[in-house]
């Protein structure tokens, strides 16, 4: 299968290195110069691209930036790309560093709005692992203590092309139902970045309450930055759990 991938961030590049580990050709790109583009293209194993050459003559591109981004991808890069392409979001909005987007603020769900922006339908996945656990938490299928990801979309045929990736990068996958029920696996939800199983996450996502997410998202952020000392992957984790009683892995 050929992938596109913008962004060669902590996410985006560590989606590139498995993709590429399980076969598949790998195009990347980002916002930073070609010759740079071409170094970590070279690093990730992946062949190097321009934005407008990546999104042509693939099967799947992975949107893999910051949602502030978003809005600064060019208005017609979709344009000529066919329907058929699968177009996946990763992203995951946080004011402190995205600004305020009023429509998100106010209650449009974050990938509803990715959509509307790119001008093309979009399967949400990909966000709801931290980084450290993208790199190192996949397991073979059927392994003991396999991390499950969650999916969401409205295209079935596209949310099973991309399950078969997920499946390839070393996690089982739970369907969160259509694009707009994508909100039960962003931040401040139970789904988000608490490291569960099949069974756990289908839960996690029935237990979400979007009128408080937005809350306790903000609320981690500020008790994470108000620390002396940046917390480890685990800390990170094992807080995101405790937040949430009903958590079967809460402490």
């Known amino acids: 299968m050929k ?14 290195k498995k993709m590429v580990g399980a076969g598949h050709e790998v195009s990347v790109t980002s916002s930073a110069k070609f010759d740079q583009v071409e170094k970590r293209a070279h690093e990730l194993g992946a062949l190097p691209s321009t934005l407008e050459e990546l999104v042509k003559e693939v099967d799947v591109v992975i949107l893999a930036v910051p949602t502030i981004a978003i809005p600064n991808l060019p208005k017609t890069l979709f344009d000529e790309v066919p329907q058929g392409t699968i177009i996946v979001d ?38 709801n692992l931290l980084a450290e656990t993208l790199i190192s938490g996949g397991k073979p299928q059927g392994a003991k203590g396999r991390v499950a990801m969650a ?94 009683p009903e958590n079967p892995k809460a402490g």
């Open 3 to 16: 992938i596109g991938i913008i962004g060669t961030g902590a996410i985006g590049g560590t989606i590139a």
């Open 90 to 127: 990763t992203s995951n909005y946080y004011p402190f560093r995205d600004a305020d987007i009023e429509e998100i603020k106010n209650g449009k769900v974050e990938s509803i709005w990715v959509s509307e922006q790119i001008g093309r339908p979009v399967i949400k996945a990909f966000n």
């Open 151 to 244: 999916i969401s979309g409205d295209d079935i045929q596209a949310k099973n092309i991309i399950s078969g990736l997920i499946d390839e990068a070393g996690f089982d996958v739970v369907d969160a139902g259509d694009l707009q029920s994508s909100w039960r696996h962003q931040p401040g939800t139970p789904a988000y970045c608490t490291e569960l199983n099949t069974k756990e996450l289908k839960q996690a996502l029935k237990d979400g309450i979007r009128e408080v997410a937005a809350q306790i998202r903000d609320s981690v952020i500020k008790l994470f930055s108000e620390r002396a000392t940046p917390p480890s992957h685990e800390d990170i984790v094992e807080f995101n759990r405790s937040l949430f």
